[in-house]
């Protein structure tokens, strides 16, 4: 809709002061979402050109401004090395409830700025121990963590005219076991649930990470597979009733039982791979 | 660099405002193909190709189309030749109101072949409120064989809706997409935040300040005059309670001040400035608190604003009589009609200084009565039209912009346009009433009914309208098919703290029936009955009648209705019992569950339609009715019966409607009276005219006129053809008018009752909560159908918008009163691949039989059948709509815990195990 307090909007590589009333624009998707009578001048994202992904051996780093479609196309890239936490990055991309053609100019840095519940590409990020790199308006920057970086629904830890520059994602991330498992009330709909599972990160290691049904991630990590009752009783009590989320898609204590089971899940697949 | 855009092939270099979005930036350049659905990115209704990539254009910042290309649903189609998939969506008439095809014709055209292999996935940011999906899923697999032309066939041109062409080319006019009326501004609201407050003060001085702005109207500017909302034909049915903007408000959302300025922009941020000082008033947020004594008064006169009251035989000594008796209460939520068009509205002045009035509506003629009552016009000054209607259901039956636009175009004297928003529509438009409704029900043991008593709290919201017409009305045709000789109805309508309440699809009978089939289906199971043999005995036979009268108090009479839907429900039950169309999932319990309802054939509300024939003068005939296009598809099935009596084909006839200048009167289109009485105006219209025409014709022959026959375009007058383009031409110089006029009045009619049953088989997955319909069966008797595919097009509609309703559709309001549920997120309507396709069978009627209403009566089934069929699944009965997941999950929970302590437990349906053979 149109965003009837702006007066400007900027070109983001102009070195401007921050002022209230500022906003970063990527893809607009969420900006432009609902009526933003605080916001007065739009600082575009998009003129910088940042590279949207980059490919080392070290890992992946994808640019706040990489669209949820390049993501998913370089994810979906038949052949290409990780499978496995490729595989995670295309179910979380596919986990959106919006449209592919919200997708086509919504950017991974948004959905993390964000920090909805049910914003896949932090149940993404999370999952593969991501980093982010946070940038200044003076240029200095500062690393992350991915699983600290939301603090809260809707809220981060950025400062007034801070951005999210990019996302890194660990090569042996990547390349371990990995799993995502969602409930939605409709088949392509929002997630009220999702929980991913990493194995082997270092060796033996489970993580799983709960998200959607939570206002912030929550992880629990066990030095080697659990028995389902030792994942149960790690579970519940990082899932107090203040953390869950009650709206319309569910009530809390649902999507508890939904993030116990799906979590079960998880670490049943990844203990019966080998 | 200047801006530079390209769209659809012309050169643009007039650059966005900042922070615009390219939705109003097209439309605002002329593409008005780009509808608004939701302005927030979920429906697709505004769905464009920048660079040949499809995006929401809601959702993308304007200012960087510079230097792109822009293709929207007025430039696919190219060299006059439509694109294949608006080719698809045509023939396979892939649409109703039609506000939503440019949206998916657009999103269609995009899409690659692995998208069109996983539609439910690639159409998610689509939705449509009138189709059920499909028909736009048969538009679209005609679409997948891409190059070669598409398989659908062709439907006959009379069977299409006339503005097909239009629909899928983005040409069609709905009502904010016609030029704009020179020198427009535009109003913004400001609303209450509080449930009940007095307004002590307005300060609007700031917002007058803001450059563009013309004026800030309050309840000083307005007329004394309380009216009602409510579109009915008898002004008196409704309690007139309202101002058009009041010194007390009543909900949250309720208007305090409208500030009209040159743009949108402007009105909004000028409305943020106006300082409104409220006394805050304790409020009743329920029924029931509202019903107590001492409560607080919500208007002038008390809460309950009518009571119902109505019995047969001795209710108590039936109960006494019974072999079981049942007690339970039912309650149903709040839901909301989403049609994919908001409200909308323009007044201007035209050239001869009339009032002109364009609005978003059912009923033209009702609007422009209304309008008169509340500022004391001479209905001659006023003229009233609509546009092609984007999806209705009963949410256009009430005044919700037209009023205010009309106060500030009086006080401003400029043309002045109001267009709610998705967020509007949600928390501030009207609503279908909750219901609390209490049956007990006294049965013999072999089913047949020896008592019913249904007690009935009907939640109005802050104002009336509607509300004694739809306890009237929902009592009397939910209560229609039984038979049982004692029975007595309660009923209250309360007002309270909350937006007002109205007609919604079903007018109260939605509420009643999914109460009273749910009770039948218990007994049913206590007695060990099958249900559908239950009905049978619970139901009125064919020499019956309804215990309550309808329209000229006359008791309904129900025929072989009934009996013949029950007889074929149970034919095809067996059939798809053996089928099993679709398999459930591993783990899943699966349960099937049926219900019938009853609606009169005509409305006891007055209702009262005409219509005009002519022969114009290139032998072709105008027809003129007085309802807008809303997607019903009456339009086409008018147009045939004009065809049928004039003995020609649809094709020769032109339709127009929606115009307070066309027609003296008319009621407008509402209650399902498009066939029954529009169609009875049509066939006595024609019918006159088609006498008017042999009769001219055998005085321009001098043939008797016994000897004379109309046909297709010709008179054939005893061995002499008489063309008719002849005939309007000796017509014209013998000063001779060719034209009919003829009235259908409910109140004349003799009150029959059209039956409609669902069955469905669903699959529960008991981790989840989650239902998924597995199979789904609609059997409905509508008298003599006039058009097939319209008609089954509404069943499959109604059976979709039903299911959203029971499963998910809740408008929640907050302990302060505000309506949470403020966009298409949290208040999700069904979306494309959510249900498989719907069984729709009709008993078959010979042609002449009178039509029946169906589009209203088919959504009232719909709830319990479903909850009938998660009863027999998880053994659960669930009382309380919606079905949510996770209520049908901790019912389950908590009855599996009760059967592990020893308790009896629930009776589990069949449990799939590996998945079921398909």
Sequence with gaps: ?274 | MPFTVCINGQDSEQPPRAGQCLRTYLREQGWTGVKKGCDSGDCGACTVHVDGMAVHSCLYPAHRIDGRTVTTVEGLSTGGLLHPVQEAFARAQGFQCGYCTPGFVMTVAALNRPQLGDLPQALKGNLCRCTGYQSISRAVEATCEHGSPPSVPHCDPGSADPATRDVVTGAACFTLDEPEPEGMLHLALVRSPHRHARILDIDTRAALAVPGVHAVLTHRHAPVTRFSTALHERTEDDPLDLRVLDDVVRHVGQRVAAVIADHPAPAQEAGRLVRVTYQVLPAVATAEEAMRPGAVRVGDGPNVIAHLHRSTGDVDRGLAEADTVYDRTFTTQRVQHTTLECHGSRVWRDREGRLRVHTSTQAPHLVRRRLCDIFGLDPQQVRVTAGRVGGAFGGKQDVLTEDITTLACLRTGRPVQLELSRTDELTATTTRHPFKTRVTIGSRRDGTLTAMKVHVIADTGAYGNHGPSVLETGCAEGLAPYRCPNTAVHGYSVRTHNVPSGAFRGYGAAQIVFAVESALDDIAHRLGLDPLTMRERACLGPADRAVFPGVGEQPARMGTALHDVLAALRRVREDRRLKRARPAAPGCRVGEGLAVAAHHSVPADGHLAQAKASLAADGRYDLITGAPEFGSGAGTALCRIAARTLGTSPARIRLHQADTDFLERDTGGFASTAMALTGQAVTRACQELAGLLTGTAAAFTGTPSGACRLTDDTVHCAGTSVPLTDLHCYAQSAGLCLQAEATAAADDAELSLSVSAQWFRIGVDPDTGIISVLDSVHIADAGGIVHTEQSRAQVEGAVVQGLGCTLGEELTTGPDGHITTRDLRSYTIPLFGDFPPTHVQFIDRDSTTAPKPLAELAINPIAPALANAVHDALGIRVSTLPLRPDSIWSALASTTGRSRAGARGARQGSIVRGGEPS
Excluded: Y
């Design chain 1, 1 to 274: 809709m149109d965003l009837t307090a702006v007066r400007e909007v900027v070109d983001g590589q102009i070195a401007l002061p921050w002022r209230q009333g500022d906003a970063w624009l990527a893809g607009g998707t969420a900006l432009f979402a609902e009526p933003r009578p605080g916001l007065r001048r739009l600082r575009d994202l998009t003129t910088l050109d940042w590279p949207p992904l980059t490919v080392t051996e070290a890992g992946i780093e994808v640019a706040a401004t990489c669209t949820i479609t390049d993501l998913l196309a370089f994810a979906e890239t038949p052949g290409a090395p990780w499978p496995s936490g490729r595989a995670l990055i295309a179910g979380c991309c596919r986990a959106f409830s919006s449209s592919f053609k919200v997708w086509n100019t919504a950017t991974v840095g948004g959905n993390l700025c964000a920090a909805l519940p049910a914003g896949p590409m932090i149940s993404m990020a999370v999952a593969l121990d991501g980093t982010c790199r946070v940038r200044g308006l003076d240029g200095t920057e500062r690393a992350v963590p991915v699983r600290d970086f939301v603090t809260g629904n809707g809220s981060t830890v950025l400062g007034p005219g801070e951005l999210l520059r990019s996302l890194t994602l660990p090569a042996g991330a990547l390349a371990a076991r990995s799993l995502m498992r969602r409930v939605a009330t409709h088949v392509w709909g929002r997630s009220v649930a999702l929980v991913t599972g990493i194995r082997g990160r270092p060796e033996g290691r489970l993580t799983v990470t709960v998200t959607a049904a939570t206002s912030r991630p929550v992880t629990v990590s066990f030095p080697c597979t659990p028995c389902p009752g030792e994942l149960r009783g790690r579970l519940l009590p990082a899932l107090p009733c203040q953390l869950l989320l009650d709206d319309v898609h569910g009530r809390p204590r649902w999507r508890r039982h939904l993030a116990v089971h799906l979590a079960e899940e998880v670490r049943s697949t990844l203990a019966e791979e080998r």
